[in-house]
């Protein structure tokens, strides 16, 4: 099937089956009902029947009555399923439309019996896990399957794709295991490997009662490690679709990655406290600022490098290191909501970036664009102001209208404001807020000797923008490469040797951290404030 066909076109019996499979999702995952919404038409429902059979059987599995009962409802829906899949004919109304989308995409049933085994099993007894091997077969059996399943609909091909997303599901099911991680163990299910808690002398119910917190910590980390090598090497999924298809899937990379984040930021706390999920309603949700010892910045600025050597060491594409920067800027915008910095500045393209190639720049821009209008609604959600700061003449015209338009629509939001400098040098700004001074000096609406450095500030390209307190730059390089000079002149410099698509919430953090152990004494012999004036909002 090409993917373009009407779904419903059959009968209204089935035309109904879907809307069932929908309200299923509406109701019971409204993350995924608000990622669909990116999907084409033709396409979206199909998908939402796969993760409508999967919620169902989960359901099924977890709700009603005692285990006992479960397993045998749980039995005969899996037996129900395989047999209608045989003879591809169901009267019931959910399965009816999933039995259509897996004969449409010829969706390999093997998946499908492999997706029920391991939601049976794991109906049938708590898990025990031995190893890592051992949990990666049941992540697999139970979301790798689904993302597989739903994938053949976004016309993704060739083992190695498949493969790919099956990983992504896996991330998918490490996000439910900690969000859920509290109410499981007090049900007396634990998904982490055996081996692991033994490795630090833990039992379960060393995990239930919070005690030894530095071992719990240590576990938590363990299991971050292998989230992010999960988490890259399902990061090439959303190249591997049609790019109709590719906002999808970076909602759902971002997602993982962002509760990736907050595992690092709770640590052991996610043992009492859980995670909540990113949404529970599809909207995206605020969560009040993170204390922070020592005080927080009140404005950090960042110079994002390092993509392309990223990519050249992963023997990938340069665009494909510009696309895994801009879920690295997402995430930090994120982080900076999360540990309360008022205002966060991005060097994005600077004035002597227009040296690359003409191939680098279009996919640059492209990709740039394409991040701008798919976080907008996001960014507008959370409360964040963002404003454009460099020439507006010269970027390409679906780049500048991107980022006009989100300028727009954020500029009454007051929780974040964000500033990025796109086509920006410093000294080209200060050579135009000269030359605006000069022609005042000229209609002797001001006298020279009047100029102050608020005269000249006023003519930045975005005033009000206050002193920046931290500079962060990433890949070990360090020097400000023209980056907002006039605003620089008392900023504590943190310098990082990570490459920019591989920073996140923990070097952010550091460099935090840093800061606050840094004494400010602004040229005079007294400290400084170590903290921002305004604090950071708790909504």
Same mark, same amino acid.
């Given at each position: 099937?090409?993917?373009?066909?009407?779904?419903f076109?059959?009968?209204?019996?089935?035309?109904?089956?879907?809307?069932?499979?929908?309200?299923?999702?509406?109701?019971?995952?409204?993350?995924?009902?608000?990622?669909?919404?990116?999907l084409?038409?033709?396409?979206?429902?199909?998908?939402?029947?796969?993760?409508?059979?999967?919620?169902?059987?989960?359901r099924?599995?977890?709700?009603?009555?005692?285990?006992?009962v479960?397993?045998?409802?749980?039995?005969?829906?899996?037996?129900?399923?395989?047999?209608?899949?045989?003879?591809?004919?169901?009267?019931?109304?959910?399965?009816?439309?999933?039995?259509?989308?897996?004969?449409r995409?010829?969706?390999?049933?093997?998946?499908?019996?492999?997706?029920?085994?391991?939601?049976?099993?794991?109906?049938?007894?708590?898990?025990?896990?031995?190893?890592?091997?051992?949990?990666?077969?049941?992540?697999?059996g139970?979301?790798?399957?689904?993302?597989?399943?739903?994938v053949?609909?976004?016309?993704?091909?060739?083992?190695?794709?498949?493969?790919?997303?099956s990983?992504?599901?896996?991330?998918?099911?490490?996000?439910?295991?900690?969000?859920?991680?509290?109410?499981?163990?007090? @049900? $007396?299910?634990?998904?982490?490997? !055996?081996?692991?808690?033994?490795? =630090?002398? #833990?039992? +379960?119910?060393? *995990?239930?009662?919070?005690?030894?917190?530095?071992?719990?910590?240590?576990l938590?980390?363990?299991?971050?490690?292998?989230?992010?090598?999960?988490?890259?090497?399902?990061?090439?999924?959303?190249?591997?679709?049609?790019?109709e298809?590719?906002?999808?899937?970076?909602?759902?990379?971002?997602?993982?990655?962002?509760q990736?984040?907050?595992?690092?930021?709770?640590k052991?706390?996610?043992?009492?406290?859980?995670?909540?999920?990113?949404?529970?309603?599809?909207?995206?949700?605020?969560?009040?600022a993170?204390?922070?010892?020592?005080?927080?910045?009140?404005?950090?600025?960042?110079?994002?490098?390092?993509?392309?050597?990223?990519?050249?060491?992963?023997?990938?594409?340069?665009?494909?290191?510009?696309q @895994? $920067?801009?879920?690295?800027?997402? !995430?930090?915008?994120?982080?900076? =909501?999360? #540990?309360? +910095?008022?205002? *966060?500045?991005?060097?994005?393209?600077?004035?002597?970036?227009?040296?690359?190639?003409?191939?680098?720049l279009?996919?640059?821009?492209?990709?740039?664009?394409?991040?701008?209008?798919?976080?907008?609604?996001?960014l507008?959600?959370?409360?964040v102001?963002?404003?454009?700061?460099?020439?507006?003449?010269?970027?390409?015209?679906?780049?500048?209208?991107?980022?006009?338009?989100?300028?727009?629509?954020?500029?009454?939001?007051?929780?974040?404001?964000?500033?990025?400098?796109?086509?920006?040098?410093?000294?080209?700004?200060?050579?135009?807020?000269?030359?605006?001074?000069?022609?005042?000096?000229?209609?002797?609406?001001?006298?020279?000797?009047?100029?102050?450095?608020?005269?000249?500030?006023?003519?930045?390209?975005?005033?009000?923008?206050?002193?920046?307190?931290?500079?962060?730059?990433?890949?070990?390089?360090?020097?400000i490469?023209?980056?907002?000079?006039?605003?620089?002149?008392?900023?504590?410099?943190?310098?990082?040797?990570?490459?920019?698509?591989?920073?996140?919430?923990?070097?952010?953090?550091?460099?935090?951290?840093?800061?606050a152990?840094?004494?400010?004494?602004?040229?005079?012999?007294?400290?400084?404030?170590?903290?921002?004036?305004?604090?950071?909002?708790?909504?």
């Amino acid at each position: 099937m090409s993917g373009n066909e009407v779904p419903f076109a059959d009968s209204p019996e089935l035309s109904a089956s879907y809307e069932v499979c929908a309200a299923e999702i509406r109701e019971f995952l409204p993350p995924m009902w608000r990622a669909t919404e990116v999907l084409p038409t033709a396409i979206r429902p199909h998908v939402l029947a796969v993760n409508s059979f999967t919620v169902r059987s989960d359901r099924i599995a977890d709700e009603g009555g005692t285990p006992q009962v479960r397993e045998e409802q749980f039995a005969r829906w899996r037996e129900d399923t395989l047999a209608e899949l045989r003879t591809g004919r169901s009267q019931h109304p959910l399965r009816r439309a999933f039995l259509d989308t897996v004969r449409r995409w010829e969706i390999d049933p093997a998946l499908i019996e492999e997706f029920l085994d391991t939601m049976g099993a794991d109906c049938a007894a708590p898990p025990a896990f031995e190893t890592f091997a051992e949990q990666r077969r049941y992540l697999r059996g139970i979301a790798g399957t689904t993302i597989e399943m739903a994938v053949s609909v976004l016309d993704m091909s060739g083992p190695e794709a498949k493969a790919t997303a099956s990983v992504l599901g896996e991330v998918c099911q490490l996000v439910d295991i900690f969000e859920d991680l509290p109410t499981d163990l007090a @049900a $007396g299910r634990c998904y982490l490997p !055996r081996a692991d808690l033994r490795q =630090l002398d #833990l039992e +379960v119910a060393d *995990l239930r009662r919070g005690e030894r917190l530095d071992a719990l910590d240590e576990l938590v980390d363990i299991q971050l490690g292998r989230w992010r090598d999960l988490l890259e090497q399902a990061m090439p999924v959303a190249g591997m679709v049609n790019p109709e298809c590719r906002t999808f899937l970076h909602t759902m990379l971002l997602g993982a990655w962002m509760q990736y984040d907050e595992a690092t930021l709770r640590k052991s706390r996610v043992f009492a406290d859980g995670m909540e999920p990113l949404t529970s309603t599809g909207a995206a949700r605020r969560r009040p600022a993170w204390p922070v010892a020592g005080g927080v910045p009140g404005h950090v600025g960042v110079i994002m490098d390092g993509n392309r050597r990223w990519a050249a060491r992963r023997t990938l594409p340069v665009s494909r290191g510009h696309q @895994a $920067g801009g879920l690295a800027a997402m !995430r930090l915008v994120n982080a900076s =909501l999360r #540990l309360g +910095v008022r205002h *966060l500045s991005i060097y994005a393209f600077s004035t002597e970036n227009w040296d690359r190639s003409q191939e680098e720049l279009a996919a640059l821009f492209e990709t740039m664009a394409d991040g701008i209008a798919r976080g907008t609604e996001w960014l507008h959600e959370l409360g964040v102001r963002v404003r454009w700061c460099g020439r507006r003449d010269r970027v390409d015209p679906s780049l500048a209208s991107v980022l006009t338009l989100v300028e727009s629509l954020t500029s009454h939001n007051d929780v974040l404001s964000l500033t990025l400098c796109v086509d920006y040098g410093g000294r080209d700004e200060l050579t135009d807020a000269a030359r605006a001074l000069a022609a005042e000096v000229a209609a002797g609406t001001i006298q020279p000797e009047e100029i102050g450095p608020a005269d000249l500030a006023r003519h930045l390209y975005t005033p009000g923008l206050p002193d920046i307190d931290l500079l962060i730059r990433t890949s070990g390089e360090q020097r400000i490469s023209n980056f907002l000079p006039w605003h620089l002149a008392y900023a504590e410099l943190v310098f990082d040797p990570t490459p920019w698509p591989d920073f996140g919430l923990a070097q952010f953090r550091e460099a935090i951290t840093a800061y606050a152990g840094r004494r400010r004494t602004f040229g005079g012999g007294l400290p400084g404030p170590a903290r921002p004036v305004e604090p950071a909002p708790t909504p």
